[in-house]
C-alpha cells in the first residue's frame, strides 16, 4: 500500500523558531521519505481548485526554524522537516562523500563528522539550523561557504512531484543565497544532502578572528593532530579549529535559547567600486572587502554600529550588544516588533550611508 501523505494539524510553533515569536499554525512532521510521492499528490490535488486556484494554502518548508520571522497565524501550511541518519556514501581517491537526512541538526553533524575523522566542515561549528536548510542560505562563516564543501543536494521538486540530484553548480548558490531560496520556501523539498570531505585536508585560517584566536596559536606543545617534524611549523587539527570557532561564536553571538534570534539579520551588503571608494573616503574607519568580480562587500554590522543601533532598543527588541548585525528578542516580542525595528534600522543606515540593508531571514506569513 503507497504510504499515506503526512497529516496537518494545528500546533503552536514558538520553540519552533529561533527568535522566540509566539505562532501556529497548521503543521505536519515529515518523518519518512517514503511519504514524500503521496503528500506531491496531495499538493497537486489542492492546487486544482476552483479557476485553477490553490484550494489549500500553500506550502512552507520549515528546518530548524532559525532563518524565519514568523507571523502569529501564518497562512501557510507548514511541512517541518525531521528526516534523520548521516552515513559514509562514498569515497573517492581524494575525499569522503557523507551524505546527512535534511533533518539533522548542523552542529551536531559537523561535530560527528570530526569524530568519526571526515575534516572540512570545522569552520561551519555551532551555526543554528538543519542539514537541509544549510543549501538554502548557503551558510558561511569564518572563511568557509558551504558551496565549497557540497557534493550534491537531493531534493524534491514539489511542484514537479520529482526527486532531483542537483549538483552544486545546479544549485545557483552566491553569497547567502541558491536556487532553494529564490524559488521560494514551498516548491523545493531537500532530502538529503551529500558533502566531500577532503582526504588531504588543510586548515583554512584566513579570516581574522580565527587566526588570531588564541587557542590556535602553537606554543610549543604541539597541535594534536599536526603530525609535523620538529622543527617545522604546526598545523593545528580540525578539532581544535572548531572549538576555536565554537568560542569565537559563544563569545559575540546570542544563544537563541537563552536570547531569540536569528543570526545576522542583513546580509552584508555588496556594493560598486566608485561608491565603496567614496565611502572610504568619507568614513575612514569603513570596513571593506573587495570580491572577485570587482565589486566591494562591506560589514553590516559595523554601518549599523555607526549609525547608532547597536546594543539599542525598540519595544521589546534590539540589536545585539556585542554583534550589531544580530537582532535579539528581549522577550514578548511580535514579527510586527521586528520588522518594525529592521526597517528603523535599514532606514538609518541608508541615510547615513546610502546603502540599502537587504534583510536575510525569510517572512513565513
Ligand atoms: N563589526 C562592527 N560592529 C558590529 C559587528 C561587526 O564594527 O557590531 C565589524 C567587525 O569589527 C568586523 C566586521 O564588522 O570588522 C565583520 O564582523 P564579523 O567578523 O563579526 O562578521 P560579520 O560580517 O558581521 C559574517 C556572517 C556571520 C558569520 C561571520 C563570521 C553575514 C550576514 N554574516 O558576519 O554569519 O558568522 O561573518 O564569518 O554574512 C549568520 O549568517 O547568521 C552569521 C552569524
Known amino acids: ?41 496531495a ?10 486556484r490553490e484550494a489549500d494554502a500553500p506550502l512552507f518548508v520549515l528546518g530548524g526554524g532559525s532563518n524565519v520571522v514568523i507571523e502569529a497565524r501564518p497562512h501557510h ?29 548542523w552542529h551536531g553533524f559537523v561535530d560527528h563528522c570530526l569524530s568519526q575523522g571526515w575534516p572540512g566542515l570545522e569552520n ?32 524534491w521538486d514539489l511542484r514537479a512531484g520529482r526527486e532531483y540530484e542537483l549538483r ?9 543565497d541558491s536556487l532553494f531560496k529564490r ?24 579570516y581574522p578572528d580565527l587566526r588570531d584566536h588564541p587557542g590556535l596559536r602553537d606554543e610549543g606543545g604541539g597541535f594534536g593532530a599536526g603530525g609535523a617534524a620538529r622543527g617545522a611549523p604546526r598545523t593545528p587539527s580540525p578539532r581544535r579549529i572548531f572549538d576555536a570557532v565554537c568560542d569565537i561564536r559563544r563569545r559575540k553571538l546570542p544563544d537563541p535559547a537563552v536570547l531569540g534570534n536569528a543570526g545576522s539579520f ?11 571608494a567614496e565611502l572610504a573616503r568619507r568614513f575612514p574607519g569603513l570596513r571593506t572587502y573587495p570580491q572577485a568580480d570587482g565589486r566591494v562587500k562591506l560589514a553590516a554590522g559595523w554601518l549599523i554600529e555607526q549609525a547608532g543601533w547597536k546594543g539599542r532598543r525598540l519595544g521589546p527588541v534590539g540589536m545585539h550588544e556585542r554583534q550589531a548585525l544580530v537582532l535579539v528578542n528581549h522577550g514578548g516580542a511580535q514579527a510586527a516588533d521586528v520588522l518594525a525595528l529592521a526597517g528603523a534600522v535599514r532606514a538609518d543606515v541608508e541615510k547615513r550611508f546610502g546603502v540599502d540593508l537587504e534583510r536575510e531571514p525569510v517572512v513565513l506569513d
Open 266 to 276: 542583513f546580509k552584508n551588503p555588496v556594493i560598486g567600486a566608485s561608491q565603496a
Open 1 to 41: 500500500m503507497p504510504a499515506q501523505p503526512p497529516v496537518f494539524s494545528d500546533q503552536d510553533l514558538q520553540a519552533r523558531n529561533t527568535l522566540g515569536l509566539p505562532a501556529r499554525a497548521a503543521v505536519a512532521v515529515l518523518e519518512d521519505e517514503s511519504a514524500i510521492p503521496a503528500l506531491c499528490e
Open 43 to 52: 499538493l497537486a490535488a489542492g492546487r486544482n481548485g476552483p479557476e485553477g
Open 183 to 206: 524559488d521560494g520556501a514551498g516548491r523545493w523539498l531537500i532530502v538529503r544532502v551529500r558533502f566531500a570531505l577532503p582526504k588531504a585536508w588543510t586548515p583554512r585560517l584566513g
Open 168 to 176: 552544486p553548480d545546479e544549485c545557483g548558490f552566491a553569497y547567502r
Open 77 to 105: 501550511r507548514i511541512l517541518r522537516v525531521a528526516l534523520r541518519g548521516i552515513r559514509l556514501w562514498d569515497e573517492t581517491a581524494g575525499h569522503w562523500i557523507v551524505e546527512a537526512a535534511a533533518g539533522e541538526p
Open 124 to 155: 561551519l561549528a555551532l551555526i543554528p539550523g538543519t542539514v537541509g536548510a544549510a543549501p538554502v542560505q548557503n551558510i558561511g562563516a569564518y572563511g568557509l561557504e558551504l558551496d565549497q564543501r557540497l557534493h550534491s543536494v537531493v531534493a
